[in-house]
């Protein structure tokens, strides 16, 4: 059975508006406006009535299977259609040695824009992830590689990556890929917690649960 969990108000707050670093101002863009923009990391509209929370390990190839089905069905029939937020948190395993730096090149991927399509390149490329292939695949996303690579030595997206696994060990959270689905309620946000890589039917059912509408 899904096991029920509250993320506190605070959390919520890490996860929904502080779960990426505060993007760099572009050219003529003010840091307030940077800072307002919606975090790389999530997707969907910030009034969607649910919000959904995956934790996810980048060399788990149960995370790459709902990734490459589950995912795309979920943001076409609810992301998209202004109904479900969608979060993503990392929770590398401590068996998966690659699953930190990896965690922490599509965070540097997500600074320039790219965070979505260098983690599906991750996944499809997880089998080789000991030969560091970060680099080649920037530069086949189009991204500045010096700028890349700069962020990558450094330790912001690294403390990033730890606080999103510490706040997995607060709620008892340690298999991936986990997802929280939920509401806030009375100020915290209420949710059920589902591990492993469900079909599609799994998710949309809870979905439409919470959005009263019938199967």
Same mark, same amino acid.
């Given at each position: ?5 509250a993320f ?25 406006d ?15 009535? *649910?919000?959904?929370?995956e ?14 089905? /589950?995912?795309?069905? !979920?943001r =076409?029939?609810?992301?998209? /259609?202004?109904?479900? =937020?969608?979060?993503?948190?990392? !929770?590398?395993?401590?068996?998966? =040695? ?10 540097? $991927?997500?600074? &320039? ?10 996944? !499809?490329?997880?089998? =080789? !992830?000991? &030969? &560091? ?15 890349f ?15 999103? $696994?510490?706040?997995a $060990? ?5 298999? /991936?890929?986990?997802?929280? *689905? ?7 946000? /209420?949710g059920?917690? *589902? ?6 039917a ?14």
């Amino acid at each position: 059975m899904p096991r029920r969990t509250a993320f506190k108000i605070v959390a919520v707050l890490v996860l929904v508006a502080g779960c990426a670093a505060a993007p760099l101002p572009l050219e003529g863009e003010s840091e307030a406006d940077a800072a307002a923009a919606v975090p790389f990391n999530e997707l969907g509209s910030a009034d969607a009535p *649910i919000l959904m929370i995956e934790f996810s390990d980048l060399q788990c190839s149960f995370c790459a299977r709902h990734a490459s089905q /589950t995912f795309p069905e !979920l943001r =076409r029939n609810y992301i998209d /259609t202004g109904k479900l =937020r969608y979060a993503v948190r990392d !929770l590398p395993l401590p068996t998966h =040695r690659h699953a930190v730096p990896a965690a922490v090149a599509v965070r540097c $991927a997500g600074e &320039q824009g790219k965070f979505w399509e260098f983690r599906q390149a991750i996944y !499809l490329a997880r089998g =080789r !992830l000991d &030969q &560091q292939p970060y680099a080649a695949i920037a530069g086949e996303l189009g991204l500045d590689v010096e700028r890349f690579e700069a962020c990558r030595r450094d330790d912001r997206q690294l403390a990033k990556v730890r606080a999103d $696994a510490a706040l997995a $060990a607060g709620e008892g959270i340690s298999a /991936t890929p986990a997802f929280v *689905i939920g509401r806030m309620v009375g100020g915290e946000f /209420t949710g059920e917690t *589902i591990v492993g890589a469900k079909p599609y039917a799994v998710f949309a059912a809870k979905i439409d649960a919470l959005l009263g509408e019938p199967r």
